[in-house]
């Protein structure tokens, strides 16, 4: 079946660094990807999506592309800041359009904590 | 106010007791879910609602039941909560035919004693 795989976290920088969260995903078909943030006492929140191979993803200095032959969807950010310190979750859906069901599978999660 | 509102936020129960988390929104979306989430597990899938009369189960639906009333509302009722059901419960909507971004609700968080 469909599964999402992330790199364990929590992952912790210092402000201004380079970001990456390693996401690598097994689906059959076409899927969209995503990934969603949740801030401290909230839910999730869409951060950026692909919806086919080699589209980029990006939103508040956050990018992803869709990578098919290497079934990734690695998130980055070039300079993170305190205000970025979240869990970041990578989903895969079943699909695109009106045959997609709207079901999510997500990974398991990784905390980052930017340090001032 | 938010679009995918939640209650209650925050719940502590006994073995053994009926609970029921209610989800309403107001974006108009026709499809409806809840998940649960689990420390080092992410999200799973309970149940999802496609419209009024169409509820189908996710992939941990045993022990946890829904209703939808309207298109607006979907609760999630627990007969008899035991103590590994103690998690946070999101409910989530999105609009049929898009690419699959859901809305999540702001959670609730359950514990069973």
């Known amino acids: 079946g469909n599964s999402v795989t992330q790199m364990e976290g929590p992952v912790t920088l210092s402000e201004e660094a380079f970001l990456t969260i390693n996401c690598t995903y097994t689906a059959t078909g076409y899927p969209s990807l995503f990934w969603y943030v949740q801030y401290p006492g909230e839910g999730l929140q869409l951060l950026l999506k692909?919806?086919?191979?080699?589209d980029k993803g990006s939103n508040k200095g956050f990018e992803a592309t869709y990578r098919k032959e290497t079934t990734s969807f690695h998130l980055e950010k070039g300079s993170v800041q305190v205000s970025d310190s979240a869990v970041y979750f990578c989903a895969l859906s079943d699909g695109y359009g009106s045959g997609n069901t709207g079901k999510l599978i997500f990974g398991q999660g990784t905390t980052l904590q930017v340090k001032p | 106010d938010a679009d995918v509102t939640q209650t209650p936020r925050n719940r502590i129960t006994k073995t053994g007791k009926r609970i029921m988390l209610e989800c309403s929104q107001t974006k108009g979306h026709d499809r409806m879910y809840w998940y649960r989430q689990d420390p080092g597990l992410g999200l799973r899938l309970i149940y999802y609602s496609f419209d009024v009369k169409d509820i189908n189960k996710g992939e941990i639906s045993d022990g946890y039941s829904v209703s939808r009333q309207a298109q607006a509302k979907f609760s999630l009722s627990l007969e008899s909560a035991i103590p590994n059901q103690t998690a946070f419960y999101f409910c989530a909507t999105s609009n049929t035919g898009n690419t699959g971004e859901l809305f999540f609700g702001e959670g609730s968080r359950l514990t069973v004693l």
């Open positions: 692909a919806t086919k191979a080699d």
